[in-house]
């Protein structure tokens, strides 16, 4: 008998092994883990993927496995299978796959228990007094009303959040045998109880996505959910939720950006009083494990998180949803680079249940499969309340390019403090200025690693490479003709918010980028003065962007829009219309029409403009159609085999050679082309190159990489560092 062992190594099959002598073969489940003996002297923790009668390696070559690490498999059969079925897919080594699945501590070896708590429940004597307790002790009531809603018990913690100075009650309540120390579940994961916020009354629209739904709660339904910022998306997922949860079933939301996003957990929080397992990332590797277990054991019933959440498993899945689909935060981009939003499809599929793709602005991709009737395309038209959509104006820069705010930005700004209202500025670039150069020889200050200039940043007078890190001090003079006029050019969040000092110095501006909010609360600290009305202008990068709701914002400025409008990649226009419908989606929430600002130097693109005048599904059947002409997802199926080495003719020698071997493989189906430098050639004092794989036919695509991998490992040799990246977000 054979155990079939996955490995985190990079390799692309299981390793054979024998039983440990002795053991109970009823105990050899597949998806327990097992330490083995690896290499020379060391050892390793694999899992059991299946027992085999032979094995090709010679058997008195294999070795003994060591030790069974689980009594009961910590992978269920279906995350196995579905784990198995995305290696396949994205042609990457198993082990590796299950290890970017699993929490860390059950890569290490850690123990698969859950853990209890200290807490309290309500005594039948308690559940007796409930009823006649004096008005007056009303503290002593809401402690008992809160046991008798959680008849499980509470968390001493999650009493002590929920009410405060609790202690001398609960002291009060033990003495007089109302209730009584309980172990709870590890209810850290479970925040206060808060107020619970009920239904809202549906509209039209949101009541038939909301129905349409719920009659197909026993199957695969996927759903795209396509509706603008504030027509009640979520509303409706909490509301097809509380139909999953009455089926005992369990909820599965993704979302893109968990830390930035407070607001959509809290409304989960406060709509179900039910634990949840929240995957953000402060918590420990303890607390994550705990969270990964409540899910796999049913004991949470809604579990929300970022990507890699897409891997929990679940004791009794009832429904996917994925929020802000159209993210490319769902796309790991090292390592193991899957789709977290495309393996939810995945999942659903195998488990049988609905999933909802949820965007105001959807991806062209899943757009494509609405369009072939593979999804439901819900759509909520308009918004929930009462606001209206936001005007649009766009300014042209060519007349007044010396300006980094124009006159009607500056115009609209100063209207609008006037009114007290605030004020957001979109800039997609962090730091002061994104290069520093010589005007009388046209020097520029660039990375010594990477090809790449150097961002100046104000606050420690430092130029900064934001791609390797590498940080050194500004030059005062240029190193090449030693003139000592040394200009900034361009504008980053740090820059515009000097301006704006200068020119509105009455205006309390707040600026929000990855180096304003690195503290650990620092984005809460600062979401809080915005919505305490401590702001007068926001400046801020695409972290701005992300699902926040600032109700008093009635004005966006975009500083800079043309980077989007022409990029070497095809999918720079649509994330480029994503992301300015969704910074315009923070302006108007309430009753106050919003305004939106546009600066660029290429007023009359035609897709901005068609954005703009006719909104972003006219622009998306447009860049559809330019899609299609070019070939190009969701038309046609891409695979891209990137290369890196420390000189620079390596890369392109290997995929070079990685191509001739790729045609000889295949007939006409598989487009190959390149290789090329990549859009960065040097990164971190690596050179880059790469190949890209096309074809209509997704099976034949795959057909050919099944056969063409293992030949690329003798190929690249020891100097180059190479990896495959199936459906690829970025070119
Ligand atoms: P989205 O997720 O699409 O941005 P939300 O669900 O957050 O939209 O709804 C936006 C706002 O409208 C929220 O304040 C929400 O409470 C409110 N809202 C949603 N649905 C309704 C409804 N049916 N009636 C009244 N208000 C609603
Ligand atoms: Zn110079
Ligand atoms: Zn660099």
Known sequence: MILQIAIPKPVYTHFDYLPPPGIEMSRLQP??????????????????????????????????????????PILPPDILQLLQWASDYYHHPIGEVISTALPTLLNQGHPAIIQTMQGWKLTASGQEQLASLAKTA?????VLQLLQEHPHGLSHVTLSNSLSNIVPVLRTL????????????PTHLVKAVQSISLPLPLNAAQTQAVNRVCQHLNRFYPCLLDGVTGSGKTEVYLQIIQQVLNQNRQALVLIPEINLTPQMVNRFQQRFSVPLAIFHSKLTPHERLQAWLLAKEGIAPIVIG???????????????IVDEEHDP???????????????????????????LLGSATPSLDSLYNAQQQRYQHLILPERAGTAVHPRFQVVDMRPQSRQSLSWQLVQAITLRLAKQQQVLLFINRRGYAPTLMCYHCGWVAYCQHCDAPLTYHQTNQNLCCHYCGATRLRDTRCPDCHQEQL????????????????????ARILRIDSDSTRGKNAMHTLLEHIHGGEVDILVGTQMLAKGHHFPKVTLVGVINIDSGLYNADFRAPERMAQLLVQVAGRAGRAEEPGEVIIQTYHPDHPLLNCLIREGYPAFAQVALQERQLAQFPPYTR????????????LPLQFLQAAKEQALQLT???????????????????????????QSTQREVLHRLLSQWLPCLASLAGRKVRWSLDIDPQEL
Do not use: C
Not at 487 to 506: A, D, K, M, P
Not at 639 to 645: I, K, M, S, T, V
């Open 31 to 72: 998806g327990i883990r097992l330490r083995v003996p690896f290499g020379k002297n060391q050892s390793d923790i694999g899992i059991l993927l299946a027992i085999a009668e032979n094995s090709a390696i010679a058997s008195h070559k294999l070795k003994f496995a060591e030790v069974i690490l689980d009594n009961t």
């Open 138 to 142: 009303h503290r002593q009531q809401a």
């Open 174 to 185: 033990e003495k007089k045998n109302w209730i009584t120390p309980h172990l709870v579940e």
């Open 306 to 320: 970022t990507r890699s959440a897409v891997w929990t498993p679940l004791a009794r899945p009832g429904l996917f």
């Open 329 to 355: 935060a769902y796309k790991q981009q090292d390592g193991f680079r899957y789709s977290a939003r495309d393996m939810a499809v995945v999942r659903a599929q195998r488990a049988q249940v609905p999933i």
């Open 487 to 506: 200009f900034l050019l361009g504008q980053g969040t740090q820059r515009i918010e000097e301006q704006l000092q200068q020119q509105f110095s009455q």
């Open 638 to 649: 891409l695979a891209l085999l990137r290369a890196e080495a420390n000189q620079v003719e």
């Open 667 to 693: 007939a006409q189906e598989v487009q190959l082309w390149g290789p090329v430098p990549a859009p960065m050639a040097r990164r971190a004092g690596w050179y880059r190159a790469q190949l890209l794989l």
